[in-house]
């Protein structure tokens, strides 16, 4: 009986539900891409990373800022690994603004502690210059942007093993993929460029990326490494801005294992001793019902 | 066995010293060691322990991260991102901080979910549930507060809808509003006094914990029968007993809660929250954190500003008229085969209105709202008092010790120790 | 009322008495490591973060513009360093102390680069308790401290109490004639 009365509310909630769930969403899921560093044991691809921050480099810098990165990140354990000399020469290609000693502001190459410098000077600039809307900037972008897969995987995705926390990395490699010609008859106004991914397909950004314009690392035997193809580009990135957006991940992960696994085996522990010192008491009493008790 | 002396006896020169001038070993002794609990009390009855322990977790996480955090509109965002990646494990402290609050509702949902079905709000126990009710009022307001410090644009927009909401009382609405504010709108110096009363709140919350704590002494604690303890046959002493049992439910609470922190940190958070605060755009779904959904849901069934406002807050406080509501004299719904199934019926209700405060306020959602807020005060206001007067009770257990062993068998156990069995009888 | 908790350790000489009593200890052990182990994040926490650690670039000092007898500040780790011009008369003056005097024994050749000692580069905190000596003061002419009336001498000695120690010399090396770099050693990064 209390079973059918919750299911019955359950149902009706979810039927009324499902009746107002037609709000005609015609913008489809991304794609669920596979990822390195997805689930419990999950780590980046440091090659990966290294290629995503090259795509991020020739291309996206343009235009998007990536504020909270420093240089020096770039070097740190459970990111690109790119090794000091290299974040070195590469924070010395950029310039950064200091004071002198008479207060005159001057330049100065870039340091592995400085932020990466971002290609407008303040959001007003990027947002002049980019018809009226600053582009974001990249540092937690992954983790700022997601997608509804409503009920029941809203549930599921919390689980270990079948969980799923990477809907902003998918979203951003969808957007990166989902350009297209708009449908018959339907016209996009001037600065907007259709994308299926994006919520009411009318996005600002143009196509970003195109096939073979970000030349890669070959690899030993001179063949590439990976596919140069947009598709690749937009993994790449969406992984690159995983870790922007987590450097810690790695660590996170590791160290989730091993305090989960320490309670699970001291809850044991505490479990066994909990009986031995309830036994003095002739035992403990378990369940919500009374005639369920066991006697003694 | 109300408010019973303690029965500590200091055993040093140095311990009897102190004990004569503050007896506070003692206080403790008789609150956490020599305290008589009911011997059948199941796992809800360790959401205290639990509980208590997420209220230090926070504190101190939450000191803690104070010690980088910088509430002002311009470098909040930047002093998280600066604890997440630049302080040493300052992501772990603040996603125990953050998946904290969630746990921390969790535990208090399934103490107050324990707290309805065994009817422990019933005399004499109303003013230990009042001062909870006082607690979860404390923990919302504390939440709502603390949820603002990121200055993501759910904080911003957050905080402006909350504080909009008080600016729908009569009269001084508009006044408490820029009270709030610190000026014309939500800006900089509402989040620094934010900051200030999220770090004042969860210390009045201990102290009204401290006087949960001390209701809860002299009444004694309820049990899943409802009936009070008649002898020492009833009672297990609290330490090592309920010590222990207390222990092992929290370390498995810990390890649920460790899965949140290191597998699904963001997961109860909103992804809107990692966009810096932007006061010319608003989220497109902009939802509170889970634990408020039930309420955003009554609030949004009203069609009207004021009404709405009025009924999320009765939402809240009808809760504490429930011990005069409530007609049965019988505590435990174990024994009330119709009001148990009225509760399961709220119990659904409170998840689907949960569900709806997700969902987007149009079509078929508002009109399920409407019904499950209607439900939500009716089962309050007429399933309460109706029920209790012409439900049947089941038949009861004649004590405690007989809903363990079964009605008229011997207790044969070696429950308690000897020498306690052998005092005489304090209970009250 | 329950007066006295059952002793759950009543029961040796059962059987499992041995194993339970190791199960006991684990349990307690488990607990203690876990207690710590909690202290562990909060406690480093505490500790300079990766930013305060790259902020701590070396820092170039162009001595050019520095008049002899002129003491400059400077800040490194956010800390306060003196570099001094000395004449000839306070190197000699440095030189020239027997070491059997001081109170911390240090030649001056021993904080000075080698061939250039007309640079003297200390620490700029009092080593009792930090406050910022005035240059030029007191009976060595080196550095008197307001606060508690220590002497340093223009090697940055300390020569009367209650300080206990000379200014330390921060890491600094060369770069040319006219320019060092505070916080590398040649060649090697401070630590």
Not at chain 2, 5 to 32: D, Q
Not at chain 2, 109 to 133: C, D, N, T
Not at chain 3, 132 to 151: A, K, N, T
């Amino acid at each position: 009986m209390t079973r059918l009365i919750a299911a019955s509310v359950f149902a009706a909630t979810l039927g009324l539900a499902a009746a107002s769930a037609e709000d005609g969403h015609d913008t489809p899921h991304p794609p669920r891409e596979k990822w390195s560093f997805s689930g419990i044991f999950g780590r980046f691809d440091e090659a990966q990373l290294q290629r995503g921050f090259q795509v991020y480099k020739e291309v996206c810098s343009s235009c998007h800022s990536m504020n909270f990165v420093r240089f020096r990140n770039l070097a740190e354990e459970g990111g690109p690994s790119f090794s000091t000399g290299q974040v070195k020469a590469l924070a010395a290609e950029y310039k950064v603004k200091e004071q002198n000693d008479v207060g005159e502001d001057v330049d100065r190459p870039a340091r592995p502690g400085d932020a990466v410098p971002p290609p407008f000077p303040n959001e007003k600039a990027a947002a002049a210059a980019n018809g009226g809307k600053a582009p974001p900037d990249f540092s937690v972008l992954s983790k700022a942007r997601t997608y509804s897969r409503g009920f029941p995987w809203f549930l599921i995705d919390a689980l270990p093993f079948v969980g799923y926390t990477e809907h902003g990395v998918d979203y951003i490699h969808a957007i990166l993929t989902g350009y297209e010609d708009p449908p018959d008859g339907k016209e996009t106004p001037a600065g907007t460029y259709y994308n299926i991914y994006y919520p009411g397909h009318l996005i600002a950004m143009p196509k970003p990326l195109s096939d073979g314009q970000v030349t890669y690392a070959k690899g030993a035997n001179g063949e590439p490494v990976v596919p140069e193809t947009v598709n690749q580009y937009g993994k790449d990135i969406a992984a690159f801005l995983a870790w922007t957006a987590e450097p810690h991940m790695m660590a996170r992960k590791a160290l989730g294992f091993r305090v989960i696994l320490f309670l699970l085996i001291l809850s044991g522990l505490l479990y066994y001793v909990k009986k031995k010192v309830w036994a003095k008491a002739g035992g403990e009493v378990h369940g919500l019902q009374p005639e369920l008790h066991k006697t003694y | 066995m109300s408010a019973h002396a303690s029965t500590y006896v200091p055993k040093s020169r140095l311990a009897k010293w102190f004990e004569s001038r503050l007896p506070i070993v003692g206080l403790v002794h008789s609150s956490f060691v020599s305290y008589p609990v009911p011997r059948n009390l199941n796992y809800f009855w360790t959401f205290g322990a639990i509980l208590m322990a997420m209220l230090i977790s926070q504190i101190v996480t939450g000191i803690w991260l104070a010690m980088h955090y910088e509430p002002t509109a311009a470098g909040a965002f930047n002093s998280v991102e600066h604890i997440m990646r630049d302080v040493n494990y300052g992501w772990l402290l603040r996603y125990m901080h953050a998946n904290g609050a969630s746990m921390f509702f969790v535990a208090v949902y399934i103490h107050m979910f324990r707290a309805l079905y065994y009817g422990s709000y019933k005399a004499p126990r109303e003013i230990l549930y009042i001062l909870g009710v006082i607690i979860y009022l404390l923990m919302m307001a504390t939440a709502f507060l603390g949820y603002t410090l990121p200055w993501g644009q759910m904080s911003f927009w957050g905080a402006t809808v909350i504080t909009s909401i008080l600016g729908a009382i009569p009269v001084v609405g508009d006044t408490i509003q820029s009270l709030l504010w610190g000026g014309y709108s939500v800006g900089s110096p509402t989040l620094n006094r934010f900051f200030s009363l999220h770090y004042l709140l969860p210390f009045m919350i201990l102290g009204v914990v401290v006087l949960h704590v001390w209701a809860l002494h002299v009444t004694g604690q309820n049990n899943p029968t409802g009936i009070p303890i008649k002898s020492d046959k009833d009672t297990v002493p609290f330490t090592p007993y309920a010590t222990i049992k207390d222990v092992f439910a929290s370390m498995v609470f810990f390890a649920f809660f460790a899965y949140w922190i290191f597998y699904q940190p963001n997961y109860l958070g909103h992804a809107d929250n990692y966009i810096p605060a932007n006061p010319a755009v608003t989220p497109a779904h902009i939802v509170p954190e889970w634990y408020f959904l039930p309420f955003y849901a009554i609030l949004r069934a009203v069609p009207d500003k004021l009404g709405g406002v009025v009924l999320m807050f009765s939402a809240v406080l009808i809760l504490a008229l429930a011990p005069w509501l409530d007609t049965s004299r019988i505590r435990s719904a174990n024994y009330r085969p119709i009001y148990r199934q009225f509760l399961w019926l709220f119990v659904s209700v409170c998840v689907a209105l949960g569900y709806l405060g997700a969902m987007p306020p149009e079509g078929g959602y508002v009109i399920a709202a409407r019904l499950c807020t209607a439900y939500y005060f009716a089962h309050f206001l007429l399933v309460m008092p109706l029920v209790g007067l012409f439900e049947t009770p089941k038949p009861m257990p004649g004590s405690i010790l007989d809903s363990v062993t079964g009605p008229g068998k011997q207790f044969s156990g070696s429950g308690m120790p000897v020498g306690a069995a052998a005092a005489p009888s304090s209970k009250g | 009322m329950a007066n006295t908790a059952a002793n759950p350790d009543s029961t040796h000489g059962e059987p499992d008495g041995t194993r339970r009593d190791f199960m006991f200890l684990a349990t307690g052990a488990g607990l203690a490591v876990g207690g710590v182990a909690v202290a562990w994040p909060f406690v480093a926490s505490m500790a300079p973060d990766a930013e305060t650690i790259a902020a701590g670039a070396p820092l170039e000092v162009d001595l050019t513009p520095i008049q002899e007898g002129q003491i400059v500040n400077v800040f490194w780790r956010g800390k306060l360093i003196f570099v001094r011009s000395r004449s000839e008369k306070e190197i000699k003056e440095a030189q020239d102390v027997k070491l059997s005097e001081l109170i911390d024994p240090q030649a001056d050749s021993a904080r000075v680069k080698d061939g250039h000692a007309k640079w003297l580069i200390v620490y700029g905190n009092c080593t009792h308790l930090g406050c910022v000596p005035l240059g030029h003061q007191g009976q060595y002419e080196g550095w008197s401290c307001p606060c508690h009336g220590s002497l340093y001498d223009t090697s940055g000695r300390v020569r009367r109490g209650p300080a206990p120690a000379n200014l330390p010399v921060p890491p600094y090396a060369f770069e040319t004639d006219t320019k060092i770099r505070i916080g590398e050693e040649a060649g090697k990064a401070a630590a």
